[in-house]
């Protein structure tokens, strides 16, 4: 069974403090990893699609990398906003079917 | 562009009775996908539909069924709801066009007494 481990389950910053997410996967033949952040009793909203080792991107204060067993949400100087649950997700082969990791809680604090 | 959007936002039945939520896609997307999440867990993948047809399950009883319309438009049926069945339940839409990339409706949050 293709699996989806997300650490640490929760992470508490102070605002400017940067840290890094990780999310490894045992999927086979990668089809794409992708990032959501989930804020309390909201649905996921999407942030980044990564496909291949290597690849980067970033959006403000956030980038995603990606390697051959796992990818990293890096956070740089976190602001109170950024508290919130963020998922990854990769695809069964067809995309017909997809695993989330249990998430990662993230709080700021100012 | 509109969003994906779910309704109800919020219901509460018994055990054992049946409930119906309902999903509409994102424009122009034709693939839609349902989860449940239960309180400080990831979404569980339930199943998917594309094009009107089943076209993935998870790990998820028969009691669990759905309907894609040809607007893409979803329904998803739980019968004989049980009291694990208490969740959010989350409402994906996508499609070749978008990569793939599952964009999420708001839920619905079911609670089962």
């Known amino acids: 069974e293709d699996q989806v481990t997300q650490s640490p389950e929760a992470l508490r910053l102070q605002e400017g403090e940067s840290s890094s997410l990780n999310c490894s996967y045992t999927?086979?033949?990668?089809?794409?990893l992708f990032w959501y952040r989930q804020d309390p009793g909201k649905g996921p909203e999407f942030l980044f699609t990564?496909?291949?080792a290597g690849e980067e991107k970033e959006k403000e204060r956030l980038k995603a990398t990606l390697t051959k067993k796992e990818s990293f949400l890096h956070i740089t100087a976190p602001k109170p906003e950024d508290s919130a649950t963020y998922l990854c997700?990769?695809?069964?082969?067809?995309?017909?079917?997809?695993?989330f990791g249990s998430g990662t809680k993230l709080n700021v604090k100012p | 562009e509109t969003g994906v959007t779910q309704s109800p936002t919020h219901l509460i039945k018994t055990r054992g009775q049946q409930v119906t939520l309902r999903c509409s896609s994102q424009?122009?997307?034709?693939?839609v996908s349902w989860y449940q999440q239960a309180l400080g867990q990831g979404p569980q993948f339930i199943f998917q539909?594309?094009?009107?047809?089943?076209?993935g399950r998870g790990n998820f009883p028969p009691r669990f069924s759905g309907l894609q319309f040809p607007n893409y438009s979803s329904e998803l049926n739980v019968n004989a709801l049980e009291l694990d069945d208490s969740a959010l339940y989350l409402c994906?839409?996508?499609?070749?066009?978008?990569?793939?990339?599952?964009?999420f409706g708001p839920g619905t949050r079911l609670l089962v007494l």
């Open positions: 539909y594309y094009r009107e047809e089943e076209n």
């Open positions: 999927v086979s033949g990668l089809r794409g």
């Open positions: 424009s122009g997307h034709n693939t």
């Open positions: 994906a839409s996508s499609s070749e066009g978008s990569g793939e990339t599952q964009y």
């Open positions: 990564l496909y291949s």
């Open positions: 997700a990769v695809p069964a082969y067809n995309f017909n079917k997809f695993y």
